[in-house]
């Protein structure tokens, strides 16, 4: 057996969020293995054994086998790869997405020449999830420009002698760039444009006979709602995603605009129903590709939504443990932010539950911190920092640095307009 270890910063990842979490909800250890044995359907071993496993789990001096990885995970309400994430290269999953051998000049020459050849579909299908992935990351403008450029390109093909599959699968592609473009368009503001692309990908996806690409609209529709805070329209939107949605990412997400959805409208039961439905879907589902991929749900989303939540419904310990797992898996080793977007949510969340505990220097440098970055989905940026913009006035109004803030706040929301 490996030796506990003492120094806190030696301990692993997972070991230091077992502790954060049991933390976060008031819990001692006992208290921890008896919600352990509570959600288990197996028979377990005594406290005093589960005990003793718990502190060298915490301590990270022993790793839980693959029933217990599952079985924590549920205890805490998230999915096993968010807890424990697989041991890949984000290099390694790249490479999953090259290779076709071809450059962008060859592919598009092929289209240029009529070549619909299964080499040239592939090609455009890694050229399709490409520009999915760098969704998290690439400045909207410039990835909307290259994404209406290639869907301009594929829409063009559609009109040429094309057999049944590939007439199939070119709409496919087309409507899953088109689902990218208008997302685009609704983070730069551009709501009407983004309402006409979504409904543009909703048609590509009926043509197809797509399921997939159809319940990403709906999702898409209930975002939209949910920003622009209708939140039975985001309610209605999803539960019609889920109809058409099968056992996939599209369903996960869905269940999270649902439980975003009631948060906002006070009801915790329908909150914590949602949000269960997504993690045990999530957890059914195996481990994306690229995690990158806009329209795959990784296993570290889900406490992206948890947090999102927990934040509305008060759960301030909750909500701020969450918010650092969000910052740290968005995050990669070199400090580099991956996923930024996820990020000023989760500075903007911090920022709240500052204020709620009247740290208002804190509350006031995290907000600001979440407006600073590049690459910005400003309809959900703003509709959570409409809510520490909220807390603060309501609680701090004659306070200079709160005045500053909300100054911030109002122009860019005058400009989003």
Known sequence: MAEVLDASEDRPVWASRLRAER?????????AIRALRAHSRERLPTDSTLLRNWKR??????????FYKTLIAKTFGTVTAAFFPPQTSHDADRALFAGTGMETLEILARVRASDVSPSTLD???????????????IPSEQLHTEGQAWLRRLTSMMDRRLTLSQHRE??????WV????????????DRRTAEGTRRAALSLGEEAGNSAVVAWTHEMRAWFALTQGDYRGAIVAAEAGEEMATSDGAAVQLAAQRAKAWARLGDRRQVETALDQGRRLLESLPYPADVDHHFMVDPAKFDFYAMD?????????????????VISS???????????????????????????????????????????????????????????????AANYPAKGEVVSYLDELRALTLANR
């Open 23 to 31: 933390a976060a909800r008031g819990w001692s250890q006992a208290d």
């Open 170 to 175: 070119v709409l496919t592609l087309a409507g």
């Open 309 to 325: 939540c927990y934040r509305i419904v008060g759960e301030n310990r909750l909500a701020n443990m969450y918010a650092q797992e």
């Open 123 to 137: 090609a455009l299908t890694v050229t399709a999830d490409r520009l999915c992935c760098e969704y998290p990351y």
């Open 178 to 189: 088109a689902l990218l473009v208008g997302c685009l368009e609704y983070d730069m503001g």
């Open 330 to 392: 968005s995050t990669d080793p070199h400090g580099i932010p991956r996923k930024p977007m996820r990020i000023a949510e989760a500075w903007v969340t911090l920022g709240v539950t500052a204020a709620r505990d009247g740290d208002v220097e804190a509350a006031v440098s995290h907000g600001r911190q979440a407006l600073e970055g590049d690459r910005k989905s400003l309809p959900s940026l703003l509709m959570c920092s409409r809510e520490l913009a909220d807390t603060l």
């Open 57 to 66: 789990w915490e301590a990270g001096g022993t790793e839980p086998d693959p």
